[in-house]
């Protein structure tokens, strides 16, 4: 079946600009997750759903940034305003079930990932 | 807060070389640990899990084994092959997310 996919690929935006980057995750998936990827900071949790609602914003690094998702699926992550330090890789992945703890765990699928670069 | 820590810099190593990357980790409770691959231009693979100590993960010839005494989880291959050649990254699991290591570029030469 479908993996995760995301939208775009590629964004390139001036500061300052606001930009919207896209996640569908695998259907049937009640958990979705993104992530940054930069060079200087790694791999870094951003944000988690469980179904429409976000239980675990803490990852998100200012109040710029923001995430919704509908109808249990497709989620956009914004940028408002953006800035270069915000240039990085953007991944989004989802899983079964947001149950993380013992070998219950789901694994999670991870997307292709948006590369944002902010000029 | 859980965090993982992988040793640092690239690995370059010839074709049939033995590779081992260490990893270890702080968490609170009982973690599933794991190595997740990049393959160049492709997004993040699971390679391996681990879901309670002792166990061993193993998949395409890598193995690691879950040690709760030594807080590790060193990824190793006895004979790698050019097609190796990716970044890894150690994981575990807490607090709904996964805490990922700064990763290791593997270079594997003819």
């Known amino acids: ?119 | 807060g859980n965090s993982v820590t992988q040793m640092e810099g690239p690995v370059t190593l010839s074709e049939e070389a033995f590779l081992t990357i260490n990893c270890t980790y702080t968490a609170t409770g009982y973690p599933s640990l794991f190595w997740y691959v990049q393959y160049p231009g492709e997004g993040l693979q699971l390679l391996l899990k681990a879901t309670k100590a002792d166990d061993k993960g193993s998949n395409k010839g890598f193995e690691a084994t879950y040690r709760k005494e030594t807080t590790s989880f060193h990824l190793e291959k006895g004979s790698v092959q050019v097609s190796d050649s990716a970044v890894y990254f150690c994981a575990l699991n807490g607090n709904n997310r996964l805490a990922f290591g700064k990763g290791n570029q593997v270079v594997v030469i003819p």
């Not at chain 1, 988690?48 to 109808?71: H, I, M, V």
């Not at chain 1, 800035?83 to 765990?105: H, I, K, M, N, R």
């Open chain 1, 1 to 119: 079946g479908a993996g995760v996919s995301q939208s775009p690929s590629n964004k390139v935006t001036e500061k300052g600009k606001d930009v919207e980057l896209r996640c569908d995750p695998i259907s049937g998936h009640t958990a979705l997750y993104w992530y940054r990827q930069s060079l200087g900071q790694g791999l870094e949790f951003l944000i988690y759903f469980q179904g429409n609602s976000a239980p675990d914003k803490s990852g998100l690094p200012s109040d710029r940034f923001s995430a919704e998702r509908t109808g249990g699926s497709v989620s956009t992550l914004t940028i408002q305003r953006t800035q270069q330090e915000d240039s990085a890789v953007y991944l989004c992945a989802s899983s079964a079930s947001g149950t993380s703890l013992g070998p219950s765990y789901n694994e999670q699928f991870f997307g292709p990932g948006t590369r944002l670069t902010v000029l």
